[in-house]
């Protein structure tokens, strides 16, 4: 063990195994050299994730505003298509991305303050949490009513329609909720990431943790996104 | 980069290190606190939703249209504020990241604004300034949905009569809001759009709602003056859809 170097190497030379029994990356994080501290080196990364979650917004915006015009247009079809999906499942999935993002919140907290553990628990619940979104989402919804014929567009087959545009909720329903799914699917593929590399790699601690940051946030915006959509898809009258 | 300068900026990472960092840790009890709110504003806005269905079908008042869209998205926006402001930190961070997020909901409030401005106001052009739309958008001939039921009969080696009597069956107990306006005058169309007033207009003119609704039989025959059939029963069947 005496051939290790690094930057946790002990000055004193002592006994390195006992001293540094795993390798903490966050404590050797070092900033890129085009950066004067870590500081900015953090503030311009999170910059960067709020300009990517603005063109985040911008993009679910133009399905609300699809979603305005045609229910403009056909508040009745808009109205009776609603009436297909149970407030109830929709609910259920609203109140599990909250809590999963109150533990996403919870899990960066815990590492700003070095409680490796309970980040990892936090973590592990919000990725608990997104698949168990998915699955109610398939399973109540998805599955089912594409099995009925109810299907966007042309692939509208649903025989007992009382409206002549229940099509074109289908095609909102469709394309807002799965681009909104696949989110959950990213985001659950970024938070698994995440795990790995704060419990194996021990890479995010007070002093760094970026990415953790990043991905937060990102995971909040996919519960945002969700806040607006549930309401204008399930709660229309 | 030197040597040298690389040595100075690790120390400076070793000072900032040092946990002067200026990250705010937000409190576990704000985020336990904004989580408990927005769990109880969801429970409020699935409440007033079915408050707004309830005082209109069984007590018959008349709520504006708007009141639905307003109350769900004001509650909303409370609750994406909140998530904002706490779990993503906007509060307590640099101003620069608000600010994008501000420009953002500025640009998508242009983008709404312009497109329900030019909607809204439809009615107002001239019938050919304004064009024909393809009812229900399609290149199959006639509707989606028309066609959707005419495979159905087809497939089903179903009469007219037939499929239509499983239709009222089928919609009998539900609160699907079906059963009106499909081909009447009053509803909007691709070409047409039909200014709300009240909740959706005959949306409980059949089903669980049907009892309570005086314009119940007005619905009913706007629905049937395409003529398909003329004898649909809605609204007596059971009630055994109260929620939804």
Known sequence: MATITGPNQSPAGG????????????????????????????????????LFLSTEILLFSGMFCAYAVFRMLYPESIAAGSQYLDPRWGGTNTVVLLISSWTMAMAIRDVQLNRQFWATVNLLITLVCAAGFLAIKFTFEYIPKWGEGKRPGTL?????????HEHVWWSIYYA???IHAFHVIVGMGLIAWLLYRQRIRKAYGPTHYTMMEGVGLYWHIVDLVWIFLFPLLYLVH | MTTADSHAADAAHAHDGAHDHGHVIVPWQ???????????????????????IFVTGEWGWELPGWLNIVVAMSIALVKGTLVALYFMQLRYDKGINALIMLFTLFAVTLFLLFTMLDLGNRNTITEWRAGEVNPGGTTLGSGIVATAR???IAEMGLTEEEYWKKWDEKHAGHGHGGGHGAASGDVSTANHSVKGAGLTPGLF????????????DEHHDANHADGKHADGKHGDGDHDDGGH
């Open chain 1, 156 to 164: 509208f087959s649903y025989p007992w329609a009382t409206h002549d």
């Open chain 1, 15 to 50: 006994p390195l195994e006992l001293e540094r029994p795993a390798l903490e990356r966050w404590k050797t994080h070092k900033h890129g050299h085009h950066w004067r501290n870590a500081e900015d080196e953090f503030d311009a990364a999170k910059i960067g994730i709020w």
């Open chain 1, 176 to 178: 807002a909720t799965g």
């Open chain 2, 150 to 152: 005419a495979n159905y």
């Open chain 2, 205 to 216: 003119a059949t089903g669980v709602w049907a009892e309570h609704d005086e314009h119940h």
């Open chain 2, 30 to 52: 704000a985020l336990l606190g904004v989580l408990l709110v927005l769990l109880v504003l969801t429970v409020a806005t699935v409440f007033t939703a079915q408050a707004e």
